[in-house]
Every structure is written in C-alpha cells, then in structure tokens.
C-alpha cells in the first residue's frame, strides 16, 4: 500500500537529512482495507510502515488467507479456474477514499509467477485488474478487483484414472466379443465390475465436489 499525507513532510536538511523513517501502524492514519472473498486468514506481524519526507506512507504487509472460489469442473482434469481476490473499504465513499493500482497486470502477472515456485497440482496462467465503484446505500465505494486464473496440471488424474477406465472398457470390449465360453465371460465380467468400482470409489473421492455440474468423467 501506499499513500500520501501532506501534512506529515519535512525537510530533510533541517533533519541531519533524514528522508524516511519506520513507524508503527496506529501512529498516522492508514486505509482500512479488507479482502471480501476472505474466509479465513493469519494476520501479519509487521505492524509498521515507512514513512518519507514527502508524506508518502509505504506499507508492506504479506498475508496469507483463504479465499472463496466457486468452481467450473465440468472439464476436469483439463479445467482452468477463475477466482476473484476483490480488495475494498466500505468506511470511506468514492469522494473521500479512491483506491488506484500502481503497476499494470503484466507486471503484477510477472512477478506473481516468480514468487509461485511449488510444483503443484495449478498452474498460475493469467492476472488481470478491474478498478470499479460499488454502491451500497446510496453510497458509492472503491473497489479493486484481481481476476486470477489457474490452470491444473492433469497429468496424475491421466495416469491414476482415466488411462485405468479406458483399458477396463476396452478389456471390457475385447472379452464380449471374444471367442471364449459364457461361463468364462460371466467371470470376467464380474471381476470387471469389481474393478470399476474399485476406481469409482477412488474416482469419488479424487473430484472435487464445489460444482454444480459433474465432470465428464463421472459421468460416464
């Protein structure tokens, strides 16, 4: 965050030519700001923030919360998610209190993916910023939105689930239409059956269940 109070300069030769110094939060204003997808988060320790001579206040506080995600899996193992991480402050309207983005979202983008290093199951794909007014009350309100997209890496859900179910169906096929006994077949088929399940059981509790439409491969 940063922000500029002009009653707060000076003039660094009057001050052994200090030009910025730490402070803690509570000792000038700060815009009171929240994240309305927050569902649960740990607030950081450093409650400080520096400030220059020419009223500038900076402020670099890291967070880390959880955040509300409606998800798309009609398309899993090869969807990609869209979630809104939408910054405001309802204390202050539009007039008295405007909140503005200091750098582009390809900036913002490039610099997301360095810090994103774990190899895991997402894949950090695109960023984009909307700046827009919220009316409450009568009242209209700043918000900054950040529209995230993450791609998921479906190479683990290939090999553990839908390479497995195309080989049953096709060993399926192949001993339907083969030249062996009834008897042998009805066998064959039930242990089929049982190995089916087995996946489906292991394919339930693979899904995600935050849909609203199942995926295409639970629907088969």
């Given at each position: 965050?940063?922000?500029?109070?002009?009653?707060?300069?000076?003039?660094?030769?009057?001050?052994?030519?200090?030009?910025?110094?730490?402070?803690?939060?509570?000792?000038?204003?700060?815009?009171?700001?929240f994240i309305l997808e927050r569902v649960s988060g740990q607030n950081p320790e450093l409650n400080y923030m520096v400030l220059m001579h020419n009223g500038i206040f900076n402020s670099t506080r890291p967070f880390q919360v959880t955040l509300t995600c409606s998800l798309i899996i009609l398309k899993f193992p090869f969807d990609t998610q869209t979630c809104n991480l939408s910054i405001a402050s309802f204390l202050y309207p539009v007039t008295d209190f405007v909140m503005k983005t200091r750098r582009t979202p390809a900036e913002i983008l490039k610099d997301s993916q360095s810090f994103l290093l774990t190899d895991g199951e997402w894949k950090f794909t695109?960023?984009?910023?909307?700046?827009?007014?919220?009316?409450?009350?009568?009242?209209?309100?700043s918000v900054v939105t950040y529209v995230i997209s993450m791609e998921r890496r479906p190479t683990l859900y290939i090999l553990n689930l839908i390479l497995p179910t195309c080989a049953l169906y096709l060993l399926d096929m192949a001993v339907l239409f083969g030249p062996s006994s009834l008897e042998e077949k009805i066998n064959f088929q039930i242990a089929i059956i049982l190995g089916s399940s087995m996946l489906a059981v292991i394919l339930n509790n693979s899904l995600p269940t935050s849909s609203n439409k199942p995926p295409i491969i639970g629907t088969h």
């Open positions: 965050q940063e922000w500029q109070n002009p009653f707060a300069t000076w003039d660094p030769r009057d001050f052994c030519n200090i030009s910025e110094i730490v402070l803690p939060m509570d000792t000038y204003w700060s815009p009171p700001i695109n960023l984009s910023i909307i700046e827009y007014t919220e009316m409450l009350d009568d009242k209209a309100f």
